[in-house]
């Protein structure tokens, strides 16, 4: 098992658990590294469930802050190990979100007497369905782990506070057809040709920029992935256009439903996962204060992230982390190593 140094470089440190393959239903050997290495520290109470790690103070503090990340990635395209080019750290998982990890750990290590009690939250298959999410488990089997004033999750934000989130739905519309041979087309019905009055409706649809709390989403609606076809000689009697809205929070799951099956009126929608966003929440005390103690202006979260959970469980929450988001899931996924050090310092002077 790979041994973590939570007290030498931030960087070092990301670039080390960056080369520990984490794909999403593969965090055992990163979860087990960070579980060790978290219980050397006599100020944590660490707890585990899956590959789900917990570690918290229990300092009698009036407030708790709750900093939660990722363990897990996107699958690996020939990105690591890590490269470190100057200044900037290249390798699959430096943005999306083990640079923010590290942090996390870092200040889980380093910060025995902070001035609010602490969670840390590192939890798996983050980048897969919602239903198989490790903070969502935390939240049925354990959500007093999960207590606390005000969150923060470590998502790429470039440094800057990101307020909410959009929430996403997955639906599947399924376009009949009548099967007949290649050769005597006439006689069927082509179920993949039908379906292009479905693409005519993405290609057309104009999505909303709706300002929530101060903040401006922009929503969207694709396709992405189709299937239709079982045999190069027949005409195929079925066409499934898979269909992912991200939303702005001013809606909720029902409403977006509602929504598509209005766009999509005359087809058959079936939805096949869904995740609520958050509004903002920026008018809350503490995310006032952290706001402007990073001193950038805010902006919206244009994705899901978990601020949606902390949400529902009624803790404000934000997003904050180190990296450039349109990096995440790219081959060429890389971080400043500046900004690795700035994310911990700006979070090391608030709660200290």
């Not at 670039?15 to 590294?33: F, K």
């Not at 782990?145 to 639906?171: H, K, M, N, Y």
């Not at 290609?203 to 609606?221: F, M, T």
């Not at 001013?250 to 005359?266: I, K, M």
Request: some cysteine; hydrophobic content about 45%; proline content about 7%.
């Amino acid at each position: 098992m790979t041994s973590l140094d939570l007290t030498g470089d931030v960087v070092e440190l990301t670039r080390t658990i960056c080369d520990i393959p984490s794909v999403s239903g593969e965090e055992e050997a990163l979860a087990d590294a960070v579980e060790a290495a978290l219980r050397a520290y006599p100020h944590l109470e660490v707890l585990r469930d899956g590959d789900a790690v917990v570690a918290r103070t229990s300092l009698g503090r009036e407030t708790r802050v709750v900093l939660a990340g990722h363990l897990d990635t996107v699958p690996i395209a020939d990105n690591l190990p890590c490269v470190l080019d100057g200044d900037i750290l290249r390798g699959r998982g430096t943005v999306d979100m083990k640079a923010g990890v590290a942090v996390m750990l870092r200040l889980a290590a380093g910060l025995p007497s902070p001035r609010h009690d602490l969670t840390f939250v590192f939890y798996d298959h983050e980048e897969v369905a919602a239903k198989l999410n490790g903070l969502g488990r935390l939240v049925r089997n354990h959500p007093e782990w999960l207590a606390g004033d005000f969150a923060i999750l470590g998502e790429p934000s470039d440094g800057t506070v990101e307020g909410g989130c959009q929430g996403t739905i997955r639906v599947k519309i399924t376009v009949p057809g009548v099967a007949a041979h290649a050769a005597r087309s006439w006689k069927g019905s082509n179920a993949i040709h039908s379906a292009g009055a479905v693409l005519d409706v993405l290609r057309a649809y104009v999505p909303r920029q709706p300002v929530v709390d101060g903040l401006r989403y922009h929503e969207g609606l694709n396709a992405v992935k189709i299937e239709g076809g079982i045999a190069g000689n027949v005409i195929p009697d079925l066409c499934t256009v898979f269909v992912n809205h991200r939303f702005a929070p001013d809606r909720d799951v029902a409403a977006a439903e509602a929504h598509l099956r209005e766009v999509f009126a005359g087809f058959e929608v079936e939805v096949v996962d869904a995740a609520p966003g958050a509004r903002p929440g920026l008018d809350k005390p503490a995310a006032k204060e952290f706001v402007e103690l990073v001193g950038r202006p805010p902006a919206p979260k244009l994705g899901w992230t978990d601020v949606s959970r902390f949400a529902g469980l009624g803790i404000p929450a934000v997003n904050f982390g180190p990296g450039d988001p349109l990096l995440a899931h790219t081959d060429g996924e890389h971080v400043p190593v500046p900004e690795i050090r700035r994310t911990l310092q700006v979070l090391e002077s608030w709660l200290a």
